[in-house]
């Protein structure tokens, strides 16, 4: 296994200043939230009155923590390159997942000739693959294999368009993700690529060399077409944004190589076990939940910005959006209770380009909004420019922060800055394959933490249920193309508008 997965979480010494944190070597400052020293043990206490700590310890037990559907939430076990046992119902889940790993390496080992890639899925079938490829291409001499990597999700047939006219037929290979297999999107428009498959003269053999599946239902895929020895499973324990780590991530492997896929593993993996070993006052997902939940008890923030100073991780937010939204986007708790607080509205994109956007609001605006600063220690390039600008970069990143945190007063009401905008800094050693998975983890564990200090169950997602189940009665109406009136499925302003689309 990977020596990454040796890294120890380790924390700086008693002299360091006490906002100060490191784990797995990346380092969490949070100078600017200005929490007192008082207000910290008060959070801490908090958190031990949620027991927290007896629910890190249930969740990486495989205990049943997904009260609705009565599951565990077992993704940690994806990346347990350690291997040691993970009991589900009294069995080690770990062979079943060592074998996809073997599997995963043997095909990079065999894959060879092809040109393009066609991932297709939507959700958490899409965004971590799709994060993990662009953050690693930015990643300097990074060995790629040279396959062009598609990501299909949208059901917009302008995305479908585009990739057929790159996509070479007869050296594509085709990975179709979806959990149950039944994802409209995505079984839609693996039929339309298998459509183009044949309409560019590929033979039923070449076809079925040509599709793989990645799911938690197996004869659904094998009815598709697909044979049993290219679909890669992975298990209703998993959800659905915690899959990447998972046969999920295949495109990571084909498209770096085995290797950076174990190195990403691992860095989550060593995350996972700081978070399941540090103390609370030491442990980087706790630490950040309670920031958070400080800032909604002190300003009743509504929203929060993920600001990474890295051109790589410019797809970081659209993940977190997932992460933290589906998995905390509730109004009642694990009892059915209303909440007091949940999840905030997740923002953001790379900086210094988000200075130029909508820094005026965070800097002026009457709300407060928390955010995450996150950069790299080292340039993303080669180039001879890149000290140069990485230090400019890091200047920026770095006097974001102060401004906000401390303002400006003046005569010119205009010109003033109310300061006192919390942030957090995080600083990540360099951008690979490593730190990758620590960060991806690091925002999953503090996800988890943040719904047991809300009493919230983090890992169902029953609020995108109703809009599927309403679709279907009106997508029937609009290929029918009659006159609709208001029923029980459709109100009366849906109605209107299907007659104006029928008209």
């Known amino acids: 296994m990977s020596s990454s997965a040796n890294h120890a979480s380790k924390n700086l010494s008693n002299s360091a200043p006490a906002n100060i944190h490191t784990a797995v070597d990346v380092l969490l400052d949070t100078a600017y939230q200005n929490i007192s020293a008082a207000q910290w043990q008060d959070l801490f206490a908090i958190a031990r009155q949620t027991h927290v700590e007896e629910f890190i310890a249930d969740m990486f037990a495989g205990k049943h923590i997904n009260l609705s559907e009565d599951r565990p939430a077992l993704h940690s076990a994806l990346r347990n390159l350690s291997k040691s046992p993970v009991l589900l119902n009294g069995q080690d889940v770990m062979p079943a997942?060592?074998?996809?790993?073997?599997?995963?390496?043997?095909?990079?080992?065999?894959?060879?000739?092809?040109?393009d890639v066609i991932h297709i899925g939507i959700g958490g079938s899409d965004f971590g693959p799709r994060l993990a490829i662009e953050a690693l291409a930015h990643v300097p001499g990074i060995e790629s294999r040279g396959m062009r990597m598609h990501f299909l999700a949208n059901i917009d047939t302008a995305e479908?368009?585009?990739?057929?006219?790159?996509?070479?037929?007869?050296?594509?290979?085709?990975?179709i993700v979806?959990?149950?297999?039944?994802?409209?999107?995505?079984?839609?428009?693996?039929?339309?690529?298998?459509?183009?498959?044949?309409?560019?003269?590929?033979?039923?053999?070449?076809?079925?060399?040509a599709l793989f599946a990645v799911t938690a239902n197996v004869p659904a895929a094998k009815a598709f077409g697909i044979?049993?020895?290219?679909?890669?499973?992975?298990?209703?324990?998993?959800?659905?944004?915690?899959?990447?780590?998972?046969?999920?991530?295949?495109?990571?492997?084909?498209?770096?190589?085995?290797?950076?896929?174990?190195?990403?593993?691992?860095?989550?993996?060593?995350?996972?076990?700081?978070?399941?070993?540090?103390?609370?006052?030491?442990?980087?997902?706790?630490?950040?939940?309670?920031?958070?939940?400080?800032?909604?008890?002190?300003?009743?923030?509504?929203s929060y910005a993920a600001i990474p100073y890295a051109d790589a991780l410019d797809w970081f937010p659209k993940w977190l959006q997932q992460l933290d939204m589906e998995s905390n986007g509730k109004s009642v708790d694990r009892n059915g209770k209303p909440v007091k607080h949940s999840s905030p509205v997740v923002f953001g994109s790379s900086g210094s380009n988000a200075q130029h956007s909508y820094f005026q609001l965070l800097h002026q605006g009457k709300e407060v909004i928390p955010i995450d600063f996150i950069v790299i220690r080292e340039p993303m390039s080669k180039l001879a420019e890149a000290?140069?600008?990485?230090?400019?970069?890091?200047?920026?990143?770095?006097?974001?922060?102060?401004?906000?945190?401390?303002?400006?007063?003046?005569?010119?009401?205009?010109?003033?800055?109310?300061g006192k905008r919390p942030s957090n800094l995080l600083i990540l050693p360099r951008?690979?394959?490593?730190?990758?998975?620590?960060?991806?983890?690091?925002?999953?564990?503090?996800?988890?933490?943040?719904?047991?200090?809300?009493?919230?169950?983090?890992?169902?997602?029953p609020g995108v249920e109703l809009g599927k189940v309403l679709a279907k009665p009106i997508e029937s109406a609009l290929k029918n193309g009659a006159p609709v009136s208001a029923d029980a499925n459709i109100d009366a302003i849906t109605a209107a508008r299907i007659n104006l689309f029928n008209s």
């Not at 998972?246 to 290797?259: D, E, T, W």
């Open 160 to 175: 479908l368009a585009r990739i057929l006219e790159r996509a070479q037929p007869n050296s594509t290979r085709v990975v």
């Open 431 to 461: 951008l690979n394959a490593f730190y990758l998975g620590a960060l991806l983890a690091l925002y999953e564990n503090r996800a988890a933490v943040l719904g047991a200090l809300w009493n919230i169950n983090s890992f169902d997602q």
């Open 178 to 209: 979806s959990k149950s297999f039944t994802t409209l999107e995505t079984t839609m428009n693996a039929k339309a690529v298998v459509a183009w498959l044949k309409a560019n003269g590929c033979t039923k053999g070449q076809i079925e060399k």
């Open 97 to 115: 997942v060592s074998e996809v790993w073997h599997r995963i390496e043997a095909l990079c080992n065999k894959w060879v000739g092809v040109t």
């Open 387 to 418: 000290k140069e600008h990485h230090r400019i970069l890091l200047s920026n990143c770095l006097a974001q922060a102060q401004a906000l945190a401390n303002g400006k007063k003046t005569d010119n009401p205009n010109n003033t800055y109310p």
């Open 227 to 302: 044979e049993e020895d290219h679909i890669y499973p992975f298990w209703d324990w998993v959800g659905g944004r915690y899959s990447v780590w998972s046969a999920v991530g295949l495109p990571i492997a084909l498209q770096y190589g085995f290797k950076a896929f174990e190195e990403f593993l691992a860095g989550a993996h060593a995350m996972d076990l700081h978070f399941k070993k540090a103390s609370l006052e030491q442990n980087l997902p706790v630490i950040m939940a309670l920031a958070l939940l400080h800032q909604q008890e002190t300003f009743g923030i509504k």
